[in-house]
């Protein structure tokens, strides 16, 4: 072997040195994006290279697999098939998680809560208190037969830091905040000129164990003046009963590992933590025992359960570095299967997969970088055959990313992020919150 | 408005290899270029606070470092490429699990032969520490792959 220094060197000029350069001109004619949510790995990409249409009554997927054709019966059945969509909201604030709640649709991010009964009209439910730092979040929210939980990261007082925060409504309407110091945990310190680390924050919400269990970190890094030299926080778990009162269970996960997210099934709790060379999934019935099963070789953003499938969408490093779309399934957790990885050079980011037990919607952007994408979104019945979905070819094009979607009634909501203006000063870039819907006249509202 | 775009063309065409670089450092080629395009972009849209700035090109990676999704999902770095038999196949996963500065002082220094007072510029921070960070970059990568002190 060479010294270390010259390993560095050829490892650099061989591996690292191949980054397209950024033009001025690039950044001159558009505008940077919000950033997506805090907590959840945004990975490259899964799209489907195949097409959908409707023709003759009939729709017809084309299957990416060789370009069979499969025809789909769901127009005339129970679950119709997703495939057509349209605006109903734009909201001038930042939403990047949707999910349907008796009675409606509650969205979350930076922008706090906010509710709808019919995917079009909304209202701001509750702005979560601003650390002096950064920016508060809601990440996701569960329902309960007591109400609803949300949980994020909010301020805590008398500091710059965020905190671990949980809210309860028992309609969707109405948030109060729980004050638990399970959620608040002595760390060590954190520099008051550094707002970078939270304290402790919450990346997901889901049911199993004792009732709940939600999925996040504690800040265990240390700092040497305003560096902080080891890994800055801890995968942890927090348990509760009827999201009231909050149990901590410290290092749950890989010290390395950040979770990402999370399903429940039967009780049973399936975690996904990004590590270094992958992501790895664990399994608990409790909440607080956790067992390592399986690892998944790429970057997962979001999973979901899909009949007896857990679905888990993300990517992997391709040949041009450029992030290749992957959907990965798996019967147990144990082991996982790549049933799509995405053709194209373009860089794709999967942000959300949801089921409602017929269809599968992936949705995400598709582009060269932050400044220049568009929304796309991907459908399947069985998650093994995938389909992009288009609208005339430009259903989603003037949108710069769809986050998430949710299943609502017979249909399907889903919220992105859109921009107008040229991106010049006299014309900037302004960007919002988008809502669309597919199938909503036989929404259950 | 011509004269803003020249000036931050310019701007751009002195700065973001440099940045390019140091990006590719701290959150791997894979992150780069997006979050060099974030901090160029932040830069554009501040422009006339940032042109005025005793040290531009180091706030506006400053900036891209902030908000850098890589710091959060630390996307894994690419392998040893088999045309480097004599590299450590453990050397990516080494450099991942450095501190920041430590990574970055290290791949500037030592894979793109910067100066340490290059380093200590783009970073904010004084030579003396740009070298604590290599020697203690070099210290951690040789305990973490077992390397012994003299090759």
Known sequence: ?445 | VQDRDAEFSEFVAATEPRLRRALTALCGPEEARDATAEGLTYAWQHWERVRAMKNPAGYVYRVARSRSRARKTRPPWPEVPSSLPEVEPGLPAALAVLPERQRVAVVLVHGWDWTPVEVAQLLGISVSTVRNHVARGLERLRNLLGVRING
């Open chain 1, 1 to 445: 072997m060479a010294d270390l220094e010259t390993q560095v060197r050829q490892y650099t000029k061989s591996a690292l040195d191949h980054v397209e350069p950024v033009r001025a001109d690039e950044i001159t004619t558009t505008e940077r994006l919000p950033r997506g949510p805090r907590g959840r790995a945004r990975l490259a990409v899964a799209v489907a290279a195949s097409a959908l249409f409707v023709g003759g009554g009939a729709l017809w997927i084309v299957s990416r697999h060789g370009g069979d054709k499969v025809r789909v019966t769901s127009q005339s059945g129970a679950s119709p098939a997703p495939t057509h969509w349209t605006q109903t909201a734009s909201l001038d604030t930042e939403l990047s998680n949707i999910i349907a709640v008796r009675g409606g649709i509650v969205a979350t991010g930076y922008g706090g809560i906010w509710f709808s009964s019919d995917a079009r009209s909304w209202k701001n439910m509750l702005t979560p208190e601003q650390p002096g730092g950064s920016a508060p979040y809601v990440s996701d929210v569960v329902a309960t037969s007591h109400g609803l939980v949300a949980v994020g990261t909010a301020a805590e007082p008398g500091t710059s830091h965020g905190v671990a925060a949980v809210w309860t409504s028992p309609d969707g309407r109405a948030w109060t905040r729980v004050r638990d110091s399970a959620l608040e945990p002595s760390t060590p310190p954190i520099p008051s000129n550094n707002t970078s680390p939270d304290r402790s924050s919450i990346a997901a919400i889901v049911r199993g164990g004792p009732g709940l269990v939600a999925i996040g970190e504690v800040f265990s890094g240390t700092f040497n003046g305003p560096t902080l030299v080891t890994p800055c926080c801890t995968p942890t778990v927090w348990t509760s009963r009827d999201g009231s009162t909050w149990t901590r269970i410290d290092k749950a996960g890989d010290p390395g590992g950040r979770f990402v997210d999370a399903v429940g099934r039967n009780g049973t709790v399936v975690a996904l933590a990004s590590m270094v060379n992958g992501t790895d999934v664990s399994k608990s019935d409790d909440g607080a025992h956790w067992q390592h099963v399986g690892i998944v070789r790429g970057s997962v953003s979001s999973v979901a359960i899909h009949g007896n499938t857990i679905v888990a969408v993300g990517s992997i490093a391709a040949a041009n570095r450029n992030g290749r779309a992957v959907i990965w399934t798996s019967r147990t957790g144990v082991t996982w299967r790549q049933v799509y990885a995405e053709p194209s050079a373009r860089i794709t980011d999967n942000k959300s997969v949801v089921s409602n037990g017929h269809w599968l919607v992936v949705v995400g952007y598709r582009g060269r970088f932050e400044v220049n994408t568009r929304g796309v979104m991907a459908i399947s019945k069985d998650a093994k055959h995938w389909a992009e979905v288009r609208r005339d070819g430009d259903v989603f094009t003037s949108d710069a990313y769809l986050n998430s979607a949710t299943a609502f009634g017979q249909g399907f909501v889903a919220v992105g992020t859109a921009r107008t203006g040229a991106g010049t000063p006299s014309n900037p870039v302004q960007s919002h919150t988008v809502v669309f819907s597919s199938n909503l006249k036989s929404a259950r509202t």
